[in-house]
């Protein structure tokens, strides 16, 4: 009876490291899986350079008003109400889904239903997120605060008819600030975890308020806006041999001026983070 | 007969408004189209900035050597010979050509015959190239070392599964090297008008070695090797309030190698773009 169950235990254990083959699942290599509040601060620091240097390189171009202007390819193709940079968004996720993007749910899509299915075996990532939580999407409110109101603010007026790397380098940015608002609900389910007793009572309230409150650290916030902008200083800078960046350097001689990327921080990035750490809260008891 | 005149210029004066409002030509504007020795230099100079950003946020990822394996996506697609980060560039600059990025003349694809007809209005870029000398191009060199050489020292072992954005991660470091490196046709070109008797004698003998030693200036080279090191520093340094670059802080705190940087300008970037010259220049007076 014993050896029998010994041997039904290696047949599926077998079989189970058989699937996994096949499916050709990998796990991540030398990094630990466990979502801390350290982990996660780690990330949100090192998304605040990917973010700079998107927003440097955006501000590279003038502002090249035709790739968001639908009739500008009105005369060209059959696509009448999108503009260059609706097209050339939903074909490179195209291009990235297939590539197997978003299987990470890291990284989630601003045209989910352009999607084409993963050509590539599924990877087998970490799956942090309460599942009835993970779907808050707060895509659609990204792309047109992005365009209507901040992109105005890094980019000068003109046109230089390189409407296609602009329109890559608005992806780079786009994907890089989705990242780290989406990231809210990695950064709530670690708060939670940590002490999920402080929040119960206002998730079964339904009391936003309450959480937002929990959620907010006006110090640390005051923080981030500030790294943020030193961020843009120190990137943006012209670097010059034996100068080092300093204080008194007028912001006209940055390449994104670091007030506009503090208060892209203050106003939007970190209250639409909350938003969707509030938004996830109040599901993760689903 | 005066008057029948100028009603003949009229007409073809508004023959040629009519042609330039159909082809949607349109110039840059707001800026000056001439190529000097000080709109190269400033040109280059910001390409650097470019350069350092990419190669830090490819360093974000480690190696994810699957991205590069063929045997990867063997059994998932019928690209048995590709690797996805192949695949991946044809498809990403098949999007990026139909938005006219190739319309520019600086930008270069790596993979030309997969290119599909730009969906957009032509643009009329200023062309200041020598037409028989504008085709030079290295693309294959700089795809084969930037993988086979440079990738492996900015990057760490390990597997994070991120394979798609890893690729965008490569085409964004192979774009802006491809963008710098053939921005030697432009560097030749400037040079050439400022002073063509020096050059004419060593193009006509077909003399590279005379040509090699006309463009280099070792004192200029060695500036921008230190720059651009010194650009990796700044842009690579975990940035923290209260506390500024220094110039004692040890190479693995920052996001890449500043000495890798040093030899990546130094052993190949300077070098290659020099060959570009000097082939530009032997086809100059075709």
């Not at 260059?84 to 490179?92: A, N």
């Not at 990877?123 to 999407?137: K, T």
């Not at 670097?239 to 001689?253: C, E, H, Q, Y």
């Amino acid at each position: 009876m014993a050896s029998r169950l010994v041997f039904s235990v290696c047949w599926f254990v077998l079989l189970l490291l058989l699937l996994s083959s096949v499916c050709g699942g990998r796990r991540l290599r030398g990094e630990s899986t466990a979502l801390t509040l350290e982990s996660v601060r780690k990330f949100l620091t090192r998304e605040e350079d990917s973010i700079v240097f998107s927003l440097i390189e955006r501000a590279k171009y003038p502002c090249n008003a035709p790739a968001y202007d639908p009739s500008y390819l009105g005369r060209a193709t059959k696509f009448h109400a999108l503009s260059l940079v609706d097209l050339f968004v939903r074909e490179t996720e195209a291009v990235q889904a297939k590539a197997g993007r978003y299987q990470n749910p890291v990284e989630i899509p601003f045209f989910p239903k352009d999607m084409t299915l993963p050509s590539v075996p599924p990877y087998d990532f970490p799956n942090e997120l309460h599942a009835a939580a993970a779907s808050v999407n707060v895509s659609n409110t990204i792309w047109r605060k992005y365009f209507d109101e901040w992109l105005p603010q890094i980019t000068s007026q003109g046109d230089d008819g390189n409407y296609a790397p602009t329109a890559a380098a608005d992806l780079v940015c786009l994907q890089a600030l989705s990242r780290r608002i989406h990231y809210g609900r990695y950064v709530a389910e670690a708060k939670y975890r940590e002490a999920p007793q402080d929040y119960n009572t206002a998730i079964r309230a339904k009391d936003r308020d309450a959480l937002m409150k929990l959620l907010t650290f006006e110090s640390q916030e005051d923080a981030v806006k500030r790294r943020v902008e030193e961020k843009a200083k120190v990137f943006g800078q012209d670097v010059t041999l034996g100068k080092r960046v300093d204080d008194s350097t007028n912001a006209t001689n940055y390449k994104v001026d670091p007030m506009v990327v503090y208060r892209l921080y203050g106003d939007w990035v970190i209250p639409m983070t909350k938003m969707v750490q509030v938004e996830y809260l109040l599901r993760r008891l689903d």
